[in-house]
């Protein structure tokens, strides 16, 4: 039996048994080459549930503000590893009701990333395909056809993933895949390490760059399941101003640090914000360096075990910051 | 954010060789400002320990560059990184935050949880390319005028080797 048979067999359940009044997994897009959220509310309709290397969105996003919307509803939700993470997150600052959760675990071994395929097209891909494991077909509206071997496709955050397997779920739909040894390995932070010896200088003027493009358009606040004062924003503030409305690389910077300041200890590099970007800009130099110093200073994984707090809401009187 | 208190610089540092402390204020120093004006610096306090000991050292008469300006806040548990952050948007040189001494916060553990964030913002703040030597974050309790003397003259000289910073966007 399929991941996919597995989690529409336990959303049918669910939503017959009446353990939850919707049911949050993923479905087809506008073509088979996408995947977006699904909300089901009958357990008739949940063929539509779908399940393979696509499913990228990470839906803990729709359970952080008003929790339960609406009030007193008990949901269903799908989870991968880092999507859990980000539940942890929540449910260790208890901003969500365990109670009124009914969370599906989906063990996951990558999620391949759109926009790398995309490059290797001139044209629009109408439907990607999963002919074996382990390998990506992708159709263009011309008829043009490749196929990828699914690692060399992987979204960067993949190819370093710690978490397979969610850290907290219910049900879990299929085995679980094989997990790195946590207590032996160190995480990988190859990928920001070109960055990290650039010079000063040169650092600021790549970020001047990269962030000259951004239109500060929320998406990747909106889509951040831990970045949740999402309608009390400080970045939207007027009064007092923090961000100012000027149309700038200064504002873009300072609006990004607003963002990566306020999810420290909390995000777990689930990297919805770098997918969300419409203009593509790699936020996570920034998340992964955070969750760098946090790991060297705490030893901290955001969101990886419920019985912890984030770090930066308790205090160790046997810290050793500062002089 | 708090207000910039100058009255507080001007009076714990009353002679020093810095010209026109008072006359490049006012907005962004980004474009057409000369490159060889007086660095400019915002020092975040608490109010018990670290505005204290700024007030000792005036007192004192303990001479200290009149770089800096002053902002005085509840706690350095009220402190955000992004304080920071925005003072060298818009357009500080350096930025020195100071507070009680762990064990000694008015509110008894603010500044526990404020070390924790200072020492993060510190890594941020450097892997924004801002170099370390803008930003510092020290304890000075109400008694130790000297140790502030030291602190924002040893601090001041660090930023003034590296001189102004123009035309970044943080």
């Not at chain 1, 039996?1 to 939503?15: G, N, P, T, Y």
């Not at chain 1, 009446?18 to 506008?30: P, T």
């Not at chain 1, 977006?36 to 499913?55: H, T, Y």
């Not at chain 1, 009124?100 to 391949?112: A, E, F, H």
């Amino acid at each position: 039996m399929s991941r996919q048979d597995h989690i529409r067999e336990f959303a049918a359940k669910a939503l017959a048994d009446g353990r939850v009044d919707y049911f949050i997994g993923w479905k087809q897009g506008h073509s088979s080459s996408e995947a977006i959220p699904a909300f089901v509310k009958e357990a008739a309709a949940v063929e539509e549930l779908i399940w393979n290397p696509l499913c990228h969105h990470n839906l803990v996003t729709f359970l952080k503000r008003n929790m339960p919307d609406p009030t007193g509803a008990k949901i269903g939700v799908c989870v991968k590893g880092c999507d859990s993470r980000t539940l942890g997150a929540l449910l260790q600052e208890e901003l969500v009701d365990k109670d009124k959760l009914y969370v599906v675990g989906v063990p996951c071994d990558g999620i391949v990333d759109r926009r790398k395929l995309e490059k290797e097209f001139a044209d629009e891909i109408v439907d990607i395909a999963f002919p074996e494991k382990g390998k990506v077909a992708a159709t263009t509206r011309k008829g043009d056809r490749k196929e990828f071997a699914q690692d060399q496709v992987l979204l960067e955050n993949c190819t370093r993933c710690r978490y397979p397997n969610p850290v907290y779920s219910d049900d879990t739909a299929g085995p679980l895949e094989i997990e790195p040894d946590r207590g032996l390995t160190a995480p990988d932070w190859s990928d920001i390490a070109d960055y990290e010896n650039l010079s000063d200088d040169d650092k600021q003027a790549l970020l001047e760059k990269i962030y000259s493009t951004c239109v500060r358009c929320f998406a990747c606040i909106n889509v951040c399941p831990v970045c949740f004062c999402w309608d009390k924003c400080v970045n939207r503030s007027r009064q007092p101003e923090l961000v100012s409305q000027k149309v700038g690389t200064k504002e873009n910077l300072l609006f990004q640090m607003v963002h990566m300041f306020h999810v420290a200890g909390r995000c777990p590099s689930c990297g919805a914000c770098d997918r969300a970007c419409p203009v593509e800009i790699p936020l996570y130099l920034l998340h992964r360096k955070m969750n760098k110093e946090i790991y060297d200073m705490f030893g901290f994984e955001p969101g990886a075990k419920l019985d912890e707090k984030p770090v930066f809401q308790v205090f160790d009187l046997k810290d050793q910051f500062g002089d | 954010m708090a207000e910039v208190n100058n009255n507080q610089a001007s009076g714990a540092a009353t002679q020093s060789a810095a010209p026109g402390a008072a006359g490049a204020a006012g907005g962004a120093a980004t474009t057409g400002a000369p490159a060889d004006r007086p660095v400019k610096i915002i020092g975040i306090v608490c109010n018990w320990c670290s505005y204290a000991g700024a007030d000792t050292a005036g007192v004192g008469r303990f001479k200290q560059p009149a770089n800096l300006r002053l902002v005085r806040v509840p706690c350095t548990g009220r402190i955000d990184p992004l304080f920071a952050l925005k003072a060298f948007e818009k357009g500080a040189d350096g930025v020195l935050i100071s507070g009680c001494h762990p064990g000694d916060c008015h509110y008894s553990e603010g500044n526990y949880y404020a070390r924790r964030k200072f020492e993060l913002a510190e890594r941020m703040i450097h892997h924004l390319g801002i170099p370390k030597e803008r930003f510092k974050w020290t304890w000075v309790s109400a008694s130790e005028g000297q140790r502030w003397q030291k602190v924002v003259t040893e601090f001041v000289a660090g930023v003034e080797k590296l001189g102004p910073r123009e035309g970044r966007a943080l």
